[in-house]
Structure formats: C-alpha cells, structure tokens
C-alpha cells in the first residue's frame, strides 16, 4: 500500500459495498384526467454511478408521508372517479449507469377517469452497491 | 474494554457486523420465447434456505443490467409492465429464477448472491480461502447491520393487519426483507423465500414500511401466514 492513509482489510466472505445513492422525484398532477383504458406516465433518469452496481430501492408518496417501501417497485391504491385504480412506481435501468424512476397511472375503467385529488409526489431512493462478483 | 494506548495504532471495532455473503452464484440459461413462470434452478448446497438477492442480464458483460423484480421496460403489451423480467426466491435445497419473456428467446446471463438468516445456527464453508474475497475499503461505506432476524405474520381476516419491528433509529434505515411462500403463480411448492416486492405473483401483496421508528409489514385481508426476514442498517 503506498498510500498510508486508506487500508484494505479482507476477510474469507463478501460483502456489498456502498458506494453512493440516488434518488429523484415524480409529481402527479391532483384529479389528473385519463382516457378509458388509459395510461398516465412520467419518468426521470438520474445517474446511478458505477456502472455495474446493485440497487436497494426505497419508495415513497406524499400521501403517505412519513412512510418509505422497500424495493424495487410498489402499487399505490387510489380511488378515483370510476373507483380503484393503482399507481405504479417502480425502478429500472436504460443503460448500466443510469437508473429510471418511473410512475404509470392506470385506468382500468374503460371510461375516462378523474384520479384523486390532490397532487402527489412519488419519491425514489437508491442506495448503490458495489457488486460481490469478479 | 480494549484500549489503545498510543495514538500511532488503529483499532478498528464494531458492535455491529457487516454482510457477509455466503452464497455466489453465477451461470446463464436459455430463455424461451413468450414464456411466462418459465423456472431455472440450481443447487445451492447450504443447510439452510438462503436469503436471496443479486441481478441478472442479457449480456455476457453484464454491460446493461437489472435487478431482480425488475427488467426491460416497456413491454408494448397492455397491463403487462416489463418486456422481460426474472424474479429470484430460494427454498431448502434450490435457488429458482422464475422468468417471464413476452418476446423473443434470449440468453440470460445471471448472479445471485445469498445471505445467512439469524434463524440458521449452520457452520458453513468460506466462499473463498485466505482471506481473499470481502475487502473492507475506506473507499466505500459499508451497511452495519443493527437488526437481523425473523418474525411470524399471522394469517388475516377481512381486513389490513399491520405487524411491527421498533428500531428506534430515527432516520429511515436501509431495510431489506423477505416473506416465505407457499406458492406461486398458482402453483404449489414447498415453502419458499421471496424477496419483498417480487413480480412473480408469490407476493400476495404483502409490503413493508420504513419509517423513523419501526418497519411495518403491511398484510392484505384474507392471506394466510407467512415468515418473513428482515435485516435492518444503521446506514439510511
């Protein structure tokens, strides 16, 4: 080691080294209108870092603040104009150093919907591993 | 207590471990077109059932890949999210791959890594000699892990129940969890450890929580009971 002030100190397991996070925001308009049997969607694509890292994802939404989800993805539950619809919130990657938060509103009437009111805003958090693989 | 008496030594001590992976797996398989619930196995050789997680890809370098529950995006099929995407869950003896490919064939190319549940009191083999594997860098941050254990949800009735773990911590923690299942995609098998979120239809729903102060497994009306792991960091 030339350099004295960092150390490397191993043993015979790996282990998932934290390299950073990421995190982003997606705002959903309140009483947002779509079409029968229509999707509503909205992404953002941030830099993930290394490339080739591992993701443990969190999310969550103004409507249930205070609260996060672990994962990769998670339904949201609102009832709009025709009734229960899902929000989809998920994670997923465009290229090895890029992640994307991504939210799809669904309307599963085939009649046009209002969702609920109020905005709400989707946050997203990524904390980035350095893979245990060769 | 252990002391150091001269500040020209480093002592360097935890109450907290760090993860130590005790299963790595690599290999590809062939994919099938149009395949849904298409399963890929392998042996994992450990006296218990590991707690799964990893990524896989479609290139041999791994130039794009994705974790698992997640996959291609999109899949150009109406209510269908992901082109293609693989889930991962582990049982006694297995670790499975459960795949759904709404195009072409294609070669999947995959690494799973497992960990050791508080529950196994197993002694079990190093994955690699001499100390040659983990490497503790300054360079990186690395999770400690404050709570790693197992909690028993009970079957609901007609409504959400909510089961809690205090960890005081104060922040939102860095929290993974697993649920064990009996089945999945309709089919039964023997019981199973999913990663929470899975795609692959075993979830039933179930969802965990993070707040300040406890996680919370979030269970819908009219599943039955479940085991689920949890591990939580001090790091957020």
């Known amino acids: 080691m030339i350099i004295p002030s960092k150390f490397i100190l191993t043993t015979d397991f790996p282990t998932l080294l934290n390299e950073g996070a990421v995190g982003g925001s997606i705002t959903i308009p309140g009483s947002i209108a779509i079409s029968g049997g229509g999707n509503a969607t909205g992404s953002v694509t941030v830099d993930s870092g290394q490339a080739g890292s591992l993701s443990r994802g969190r999310i969550a939404s103004t409507k249930n603040f205070g609260d996060w989800y672990a994962g990769q993805g998670i339904i949201f539950n609102r009832v709009g104009s025709v009734g229960p619809y899902g929000i989809v919130a998920f994670m997923w990657r465009p290229s090895n150093t890029q992640i994307t938060f991504q939210v799809i509103v669904n309307n599963p009437s085939s009649s046009p919907m209002v969702g609920e009111a109020g905005d709400e805003t989707i946050y997203f958090y990524s904390n980035q591993f350095v893979a245990p693989y060769a | ?236």
């Open chain 2, 1 to 236: 207590m252990t002391s150091i008496d001269s500040a020209k030594e480093m002592l360097m001590i935890s109450d907290y471990p760090f993860d130590q992976v005790v299963l790595l797996k690599s290999g590809s398989f062939t994919l099938p077109a149009s395949s849904s619930g298409y399963l890929h196995s392998f042996d994992h050789g450990l006296s218990f059932t590991p707690l799964c997680g990893g990524n896989w890809s479609m290139q041999t370098d791994f130039s794009i890949q994705y974790e698992y529950s997640s996959g291609t995006f999109p899949s150009g099929l109406l209510g269908v999210l992901f082109q293609r995407t693989i889930n991962v869950f582990a049982t006694s003896d297995k670790v499975y791959l459960s795949c759904d490919n709404n195009s072409s064939t294609v070669t999947i190319y995959y690494r799973v890594y497992g960990f050791e549940p508080k529950s196994s009191s197993s002694l079990i083999s190093p994955i690699a000699s001499l100390g040659g594997d983990m490497t503790l860098s300054s360079d990186y941050g690395n999770p400690k892990l404050y709570l790693d254990n197992c909690i028993d949800l009970p079957s609901t009735g007609g409504s959400v129940q909510l089961v809690n773990v205090i960890h005081n911590i104060g922040t939102h923690p860095q929290t993974m969890g697993w649920v064990t299942y009996d089945t999945y995609n309709g089919s039964t098998v023997e019981p199973a450890v999913h990663p929470i979120g899975s795609t692959n239809g075993a979830s039933e729903g179930i969802t965990l929580v993070i707040n300040e102060v406890e996680i919370v497994w979030v269970l819908p009306p009219f599943i039955g009971a479940h085991r689920a792991y949890y591990r939580i960091y001090l790091d957020s």
